[in-house]
């Protein structure tokens, strides 16, 4: 896959000279690796309130209301701010004062909607997993029989911080059958994972422009059923963040309420058409399981382990345990990979040391093949020489 898709090869900034397409690839869970016509279409200027401006909010709104299939029932609301912001948005604005939360966690992203929820003063409880544990469907549906008064279930579709896959699909089903509503945080998976209404009724779901569909940094989405946006008004505690009040200005003004991100904007248009160009949410799926399958098989193949059993493993991150051999240590080995050409993410989990490295972003079998390559290399350079875990971390 070429990066050099057009003839700028070269910039001059006062940071020295661009030179185009010869970065690092990123392998991390966003920002990620884009596409050069991503990047070109933010050499252009915009006004915020122009209709050209506006034509490009709107087109962005329809397209993401289609990829769930929630034409009709769902509406598309952008935010500005990373993907927390538009998670803080949504937990504001959905969960009446009144409500109270069910909150799935099994890592950092579930136990940040703890957090926040801390903050923006609403009741929850939690299911806690740890590290890597999916939670199942029945323990889901155990505490909704306990606890009546639980109105949301916040779930993270691919936890990032393992890389794990929840059974999202069990899980709606049986919040479904209770009459419970979904909030689903499918930051990392939305655009590659399918997540359609159909099959997944969520009432609420939140992703942002710099995962799946390979934009840049800048804002957040949220698709939701129209009959919670209207039922949104007067929840939030903030201004900024009011779902709600964004909805009703886009949709009276074609306009965002404060400045939007306006390059980025632009740039998650075209990331938008070269999706659907590359066969949507199912050519997306295939080409970041495919990198996954050469990243894991060749690993491997090396003898890193990974933390996930097979069944667990998403096509968007997959964490591996840090070899033994004392030899090893993450800041050199980081730093060898760079030099070879890719950036790997450091692990998250609390009891083992771990690395993590992303399927995701224009990325093909060439890179996925080059990284494990640079592991071997960078591994060969430190002096490492077996890379099994530490005996009884899994
Ligand atoms: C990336 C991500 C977020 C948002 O993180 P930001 O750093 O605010 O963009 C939230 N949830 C999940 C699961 C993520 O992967």
Known sequence: MTRHAVSITEVETSQGVYPVGEEPYLLTPGPLTTAVSTKAVMLKDWGSWDEDFKAVTQEIRERLVSLCKGEGEYDCVLMQGSGTFSVEAALASFIPKEGKALILMNGAYGQRSAKTLDYIGRDYITLDKGDYLPPMPEEVEALLLENPDVTHVVVVHCETSSGILNPLKDISDVVARHGRKLIVDSMSAFGAVPLEVSEIPFEVMVSSANKCIEGVPGFGFILARKTALE???????????????????????GQWRFTPPTHTVVAFLEALHLHEAEGGVAGRLARYANNRDILVSGMRELGFETLLEDKWLSPIITTFFSPADPNFEFGRFYNEIKSRGFIIY???????????VGCIGLLDANVMEGVVQAVKESCDAMGVKTFAPPDGVK
């Not at 989990?349 to 993590?356: K, P, Q, Y």
């Open 231 to 253: 039922a949104a008004k007067g929840n939030s505690h903030s201004l900024s963040l009011d779902v709600h009040d964004q909805w009703v200005y886009m949709n009276k003004t």
């Open 346 to 356: 450091p692990g998250k989990l609390t009891e083992a040391d771990s690395f993590r």
